[in-house]
């Protein structure tokens, strides 16, 4: 007589349930799991059960607990071979040229009746608008007139003081008559850069970089020196070393966490490693860092200032809040007579509503509340949209998976041509940002960025099939 099979017990009959709907794709990476007492009805078992089974498939990788949040599926594992490779980089100082595609990408970035992949900028349904018009209705009331006047080029002290209680986070220690305001983090590096350069001087800046800086560089008459981004670690201090070697560098603008278009983070090693460079060689560290906050596992990154350096950090809330109040700001560091100057005579007055509806937004509005929803909305729609285009571009295909923030970056085999892609892709309804923008010598022919930032679904899918098919022909 055989032996009686032992009864698999409840919890783990329930995980491989749950196992297997994971593979065949009712739950993809970054979707979250019902809650413990949603599972616990819809299988008809207790919360302990489920509780069980949720450690189970978490000690097996399956899918992981986030504090306060609940159950995710994880991204997939990292494969290193799918992965952008550093760019090719010039080192030789740069003129950077004007490129002629430029104002049509512009055009078409908020073109809401194009698919809207060139926008890095939230979706409306991101944005918390009825708590801002909530807070809103409360700051006309509390104010009254007085936030319909200038602010001077300070900014409202209630907001430097809420900016004050957040960058803690970062590590970074700044009382609010350290802070500046700004109209979003453009005009901050702009005063950045002027604070820090005059014409004809050498700005090291990653490749790729956003397309935004690199404007600001040549518009300013400034040359710049190419320093190459890792996928995973960010800004290859290395190259910065060996071009401080051979040339005079005035600054170095860099993205340390949640690069764009890259999605890499710095390491604590590199950004200390960073800063010590910019003391002995004497150059600034202007520390664009709108993306920060932007975690797709939650945890904040630090700032390059908290391991010392010449660092001119700048931020906004235009990725996290929303883009239209135009509310940012600069801790100048060392330089902040200089910046303090510059604001005075380039655009002395503030939006002062927008900061007042920001500073109470940042206090009591909700914000730790409001980015754990936002960045796990990043995390999946990251997820999804790299999903998609691994299954419907050619195999030869490389494509970051950021930690952070909410682009795309998509090389190809060298011969593609990314803005022929582009003019082909709005033909189809699709906006785009070809390669050639983010790179200081015009390089980067062969890539793409893709902006995630809008609402994942059908029409999404579908978009991406297309380009898919497009990236083919090439």
């Known amino acids: 007589m055989t032996a009686m099979k032992a009864a698999v017990p409840l919890y783990q009959d329930l995980a491989s349930r749950l196992a297997g709907l994971i593979r065949a794709g009712t739950f993809s990476a970054g979707d979250r799991l019902p809650s413990v007492r949603q599972a616990s009805r819809e299988h008809q078992v207790s919360i302990t059960t ?5 450690r189970s498939l978490e000690d097996q990788g399956i899918i992981e607990a986030r504090p306060r949040s609940g159950y995710y599926i994880p991204p997939p ?3 290193l071979s799918k992965l952008p490779t550093a760019a090719k980089h010039s080192t030789k100082p740069l003129v950077i040229a004007q490129t002629s595609i430029f104002q049509s990408v512009m055009d078409l970035a908020e073109n809401r009746k194009v698919v809207p992949f060139a926008a890095a900028a939230p979706d409306e349904s991101i944005i918390p608008s009825a708590k801002l018009a909530s807070i809103t209705n409360a700051v006309m009331r509390k104010f009254k007139s007085d936030a319909l006047r200038y602010t001077p080029p300070m900014g409202r002290r209630e907001l430097r003081i809420a900016l004050s209680r957040r960058l803690l986070v970062a590590g970074i220690k700044a009382g609010p008559d350290e802070l500046i305001t700004t109209h979003g983090a453009t005009e ?4 950045a850069l002027r604070a820090t350069t005059k014409r004809g001087d050498l700005v090291a800046v990653e490749t790729p970089t956003y397309f935004g800086i690199l404007h600001l560089i040549r518009d300013l008459g400034l040359r710049a020196i190419e320093v190459p981004v890792c996928a995973r670690d960010g800004m290859v201090v290395d190259a910065l ?6 040339h005079r560098i005035a600054a170095c603008v860099v993205q340390p966490n949640f690069q764009n278009p890259i999605g890499s983070v710095m390491s604590p090693e590199s950004k200390k490693r960073l800063a010590k460079l910019s003391e002995s060689h004497g150059f600034a560290i202007i520390e664009d860092d709108v993306y920060g906050e932007l975690s797709h596992d939650g945890g904040r990154p630090s700032s390059i200032a908290l391991y010392g350096g010449n660092v001119i950090h700048c931020g906004s809330i235009s990725k996290t809040i929303a883009p239209g109040f135009r509310v940012g700001w600069i801790l100048p560091g060392i330089y902040q ?5 510059l604001k005075t005579i380039q655009c ?3 939006a002062t509503l927008s900061e007042l509806v920001v500073a109470e937004f940042l206090d009591a509005g909700g914000y730790d509340r409001h980015l754990r929803r936002i960045r796990q909305l990043y995390a999946l729609q990251c997820a999804r949209t790299r999903q998609a285009v691994i299954q419907h571009f050619p195999v030869s295909c490389r494509v970051n998976q950021p930690a952070g923030g909410f682009v795309l970056w998509i090389e190809m085999p060298a011969e593609f041509d990314s803005e022929t892609f582009t003019v082909d892709a709005v033909a189809k309804g699709i906006s785009l940002v070809p390669g050639t923008l983010f790179s200081p010598s015009g390089g980067l022919k062969n890539c793409f960025r893709l902006s995630c930032g809008f609402a ?3 029409r999404t899918l579908d978009a991406i099939a297309t380009l898919g ?4 022909k090439f």
Not at 337 to 341: G, L, T
Not at 469 to 472: I, K, S, Y
């Open 241 to 246: 070393e060996a071009a401080l070697k051979k």
């Open 337 to 341: 007579q200089e910046v303090k100057r």
């Open 348 to 350: 002395p007055w503030n």
């Open 50 to 54: 489920v509780m069980e089974a949720y």
């Open 456 to 458: 994942f679904g059908p």
């Open 77 to 79: 594992v990292l494969d």
């Open 188 to 191: 901050a590096l702009l005063l």
């Open 469 to 472: 098919r497009l990236a083919g």
